[in-house]
């Protein structure tokens, strides 16, 4: 499957906005978007005023970078969002936070999302007890989501749960630090989402 693979702070500059892609990098002083906030590149620091669909794109692509996900993948999941009841923009949103290597960040067992679904390729996580190596799964509620019982020892995951006992997790998702595990209690709203996305521009931009 295609990724980024670029320097991921230029992304945050591109878009004005800090997007955590680097974990708890982007919380310490060496976060290049507090250093450079303005835009990369020779006519970064031009001011532009952008137009209405300037604006529906840029909605687009901060949560396509903060999910960590390319364009086919997006417009399909728009696509399922569309065929779900209910607010297309805020289905986008869920069906974006369900994705597994989201849930393994929220959950802690990663710094970044980017992190998250190297643990997933890499075969680290279970869900009900069966191991899954796709970031993009889409979990349901009532889900349980572990580390592998041969991946626990590894070196990465040790002491993971004296971390765990100090991480506090979005309040649709039960955190068991002991046996660093983690359940889908249910789907999270829209106030629960804490991206800086205005879902609905995305939603205009994809009905032109």
């Given at each position: 499957?295609?990724?980024?693979?670029?320097a991921v702070c230029r992304l945050c500059r591109r878009e004005g906005v800090k997007l955590f892609l680097k974990g708890d990098r982007?919380?310490?002083?060496?976060?290049?978007?507090?250093?450079?906030?303005?835009?990369?590149?020779?006519?970064?620091?031009?001011?532009?005023?952008?137009?209405?669909?300037?604006?529906?794109?840029?909605?687009?692509?901060?949560?396509?970078?903060?999910?960590?996900?390319?364009?086919?993948?997006?417009?399909?999941?728009?696509?399922?969002?569309?065929?779900?009841?209910?607010?297309?923009?805020?289905?986008?949103?869920?069906?974006?936070?369900?994705?597994?290597?989201?849930?393994?960040?929220?959950?802690?067992?990663?710094?970044?999302?980017?992190?998250?679904?190297?643990?997933?390729?890499?075969?680290?996580?279970?869900?009900?007890?069966?191991?899954?190596?796709?970031?993009?799964?889409?979990?349901?509620?009532?889900?349980?989501?572990?580390?592998?019982?041969?991946?626990?020892?590894?070196?990465?995951?040790?002491?993971?749960?004296?971390?765990?006992?100090?991480?506090?997790?979005?309040?649709?998702?039960?955190?068991?630090?002991?046996?660093?595990?983690?359940?889908?209690?249910?789907?999270?709203?829209?106030?629960?989402?804490?991206?800086p996305v205005v879902e609905q521009s995305i939603v205009e931009l994809y009905s032109k």
């Open positions: 499957m295609a990724k980024y693979t670029e982007c919380y310490g002083n060496k976060c290049a978007f507090d250093i450079r906030s303005y835009a990369p590149g020779q006519h970064g620091q031009a001011r532009k005023k952008l137009s209405e669909y300037g604006m529906q794109v840029r909605e687009k692509q901060k949560a396509k970078r903060i999910y960590g996900i390319l364009e086919r993948q997006f417009r399909n999941i728009f696509a399922r969002a569309e065929r779900q009841s209910g607010m297309t923009g805020v289905n986008l949103l869920i069906l974006l936070e369900r994705r597994l290597d989201n849930v393994v960040y929220r959950l802690g067992f990663a710094n970044s999302r980017s992190q998250a679904r190297q643990i997933v390729t890499h075969g680290h996580i279970a869900i009900n007890g069966k191991r899954v190596d796709i970031p993009s799964a889409c979990v349901k509620v009532g889900d349980v989501i572990t580390i592998g019982e041969t991946s626990r020892n590894k070196e990465c995951f040790k002491g993971m749960a004296e971390v765990l006992a100090k991480k506090t997790v979005p309040a649709w998702l039960v955190l068991d630090a002991q046996n660093v595990s983690g359940k889908v209690d249910r789907f999270p709203t829209r106030e629960e989402i804490d991206v």
